[in-house]
């Protein structure tokens, strides 16, 4: 085994100039030699992290009914890369630390802390494969050359039981919570909260279309995530109160499972990823330096966000009114922490009082070529403080689980189990949080004596909300089997128009206020910009390629000559 230059960078930032210094050869070393080594099996491990999330790529968000974008129809099939997933590079490398780690010098304590670690990694990459295209191929050890590559998939129970043996080993042998320099290594915290989310959809309708809410799996779902949500409390976790910093103050009480990002970059291993760039390209040309044409909110969810009350907009039960010219007064305040409508402020590094606008009269040369006919910008985990030059210098961690969704995971499993109750104040919690008003029966504005339909309902609004350009609103659709929301959408948007034109100049010097336009909404411009998302997308296909490959890789069914059926049912 041969170490590359990248492998020596993580080691330096693990170990520190003077360890490094006094190990052998780095060109020279073996396989035998690094689990001899803490400091080289760790940097080994930490490449291995290499692999986990960052910041959401466009397409987990254009995909569903908060930005622009579309699936066109046929996006997705046997030949297209998009949505496939197969992480065996990787798994390969984790199976190596596996086989290898206990050969080794290493004492017992750290080398299990390092396969706990490990395990988790490969539950990780497990995880994300079954949610694309349920069972697969279960691989527990490197292959040779000799062995027998053409490999048949497991069942899909096989492979969440195979995901959960591995967290529950992570579980057993890790610490309880990494905090301060350590933070962003896999821990106890992390690997509860985590199997939570994967018996979530281990019971969801994505797996069990047959028998959606009332399977066997959702009283386990309701355990592990009672128990995480009750371990994470005992460690300090909990709602952070400030939900717009919940990015900028990193290391706060909210955050469960962060991937850390240092001066723009991922700090972990080789995967030097340009933090930066996101921010660009959300931000408005005029304080950017590409001009957006991602993450711009649609018309539909803007509409989602309730009253400051709670209520749905235009409720009867509401105490505040609406109107499509006033749209943005007196909403839940996480509207503002996420939502730049037109004429709000928006300080771009360059001033507090600096607005934004969105009509293309008004708006900046600049911003009338990227403004498109959504008529919003998103600004969730934005540093808005930062000038044009300092954007790469932003290093906003990624993230991945905070309390709020362990705390919701519960909810939904309290919800299909017949603890309404709890789900109901875990609703709450968020609600308040959130800064909504309690109202006279301290409800938020959740509706009294929910059906259970419409409890699971105000959940899944919930997520919406809380967790907009998360990229998790697409994958709760289809674990919810709820894509028939988004089959057929025409995406709208929201088109200011000035009142008085004479008065275009004012907004060169952020003078006007979202008052002095009218609003109308609108299709997005293009006739044929409508969301086509099949059945069959509850399960992608396996890559023609590999079925090719290997003739042992059944296809899924709903594909071209697909028998293999990735539900549990």
Same mark, same amino acid.
């Given at each position: ?14 170990t !520190? ?24 099996a760790?940097?080994y ?23 622009l974008?579309v699936?066109?129809q046929?996006?997705i099939?046997e ?15 984790i199976?190596?630390?596996l ?26 990459h497990?995880?994300?494969m079954?949610?694309?295209h !349920? ?27 195979f ?18 320099s ?114 711009m909110?649609?018309?539909?969810l ?10 749905a ?29 037109? !004429? ?15 009509d ?21 985990a ?6 044009? !030059?300092?954007?790469?210098k ?23 189990t ?5 789900a109901?104040d ?5 609600r ?6 309690p109202g006279?029966?301290?409800l ?23 967790f ?14 709820n ?15 000035i ?7 004012e ?9 002095d ?13 409508i969301m086509?998302?099949?059945e069959?997308?509850y ?9 090719e ?8 069914l ?12």
């Open positions: 085994m041969r170490y590359t230059f990248l492998t020596i960078i993580a080691i330096l930032f693990f !520190g100039c003077s360890e490094v210094l006094n190990v052998q050869d780095l060109n020279s070393l073996n396989s035998a030699y690094v689990w001899d080594d803490d400091n080289l760790g940097s491990l930490i490449d291995l992290y290499a692999s986990l999330p960052g910041w959401p790529k466009m397409d987990q968000k254009v995909h569903s009914d908060e930005m974008g699936f066109t046929g996006l099939n030949e297209n890369d998009d949505y496939f997933y197969w992480p065996y590079e990787e798994i390969r490398k199976n190596i630390l086989t290898e780690i206990d050969n080794g010098a290493i004492d017992e304590e750290k080398r299990n802390i390092i396969k706990a670690q490990a395990r988790f990694l490969r539950a990780w497990y995880f994300k079954v949610v694309y !349920g069972g697969v191929p279960i691989i527990k050890k490197p292959q040779n050359l000799d062995d027998d590559l053409y490999v048949s998939r497991n069942s899909t129970k096989a492979t969440f039981d995901i959960i043996s591995d967290l529950d080993y992570a579980i057993e042998n890790l610490p309880d919570r990494y905090v301060g350590e933070l962003g290594r896999i821990d106890k915290s992390i690997s509860k909260a985590f199997k939570g989310r994967v018996l979530l959809y281990e019971a969801s309708p994505q797996f069990n279309p047959g028998n959606p809410y009332e399977n066997s799996f959702w009283s386990e779902a309701y355990i592990v995530n009672k128990e995480a949500k009750e371990f994470l409390e005992s460690q300090g976790f909990g709602l952070y109160s400030d939900y717009k910093n919940i990015w900028a103050d990193e290391g706060n009480k909210e955050v469960v499972f962060p991937v850390v990002f240092t001066e723009g970059y991922f700090s972990s291993g080789s995967n030097l990823y340009l933090r930066g760039r996101r921010e660009d390209l959300i931000r408005p040309y005029s304080v950017g330096l590409r001009g957006t044409r991602i993450e909110p649609i018309w539909q803007v509409e989602a966000f309730p009253m400051k009350d709670g209520f907009p235009g409720d009867s039960n509401s105490k505040y009114s609406y109107d499509l010219q006033t749209f943005w007064k007196d909403r839940d305040p996480r509207f503002y922490d996420i939502i730049v409508y037109n !004429g709000s402020f928006y300080n771009g590094g360059i001033s507090p009082d600096r607005r934004q606008y969105t293309r009269d008004v708006a900046t040369q600049s911003d009338s070529y990227s403004i498109m006919c959504a008529g919003f910008y998103n600004k969730k934005l540093n808005l403080e930062l000038g044009k !030059g300092e954007l790469q932003n290093g906003t961690d990624w993230v991945e689980i905070r309390f709020a969704e362990v705390l919701l995971n519960f909810a939904e499993t309290a919800c299909e017949g603890y309404e109750n709890e109901v875990a609703l709450k919690q968020i308040q949080r959130a800064g909504i008003e006279s029966n301290g938020y504005g959740i509706k009294e004596n929910l059906s259970r339909e419409e409890l699971r309902e105000a959940i899944l609004l919930e997520r919406r909300i809380e907009a350009f998360e990229g998790k609103r697409f994958w709760d659709l289809r674990r919810t089997r894509l028939s929301d988004i089959d057929g959408l025409h995406k709208q948007g929201c088109k200011p128009i009142k008085d034109p004479q008065r275009i100049s907004g060169k010097t952020w003078k006007l206020l979202p008052e336009f009218t609003y109308e909404v609108e299709d997005y411009a293009y006739e044929d910009y086509s998302v099949p069959k997308y399960f992608f296909p396996i890559l023609k390629i590999e079925t490959r290997n003739s042992k890789l059944e296809q899924n709903g594909w071209s000559r697909g028998s293999f059926d990735p539900t549990l049912n």
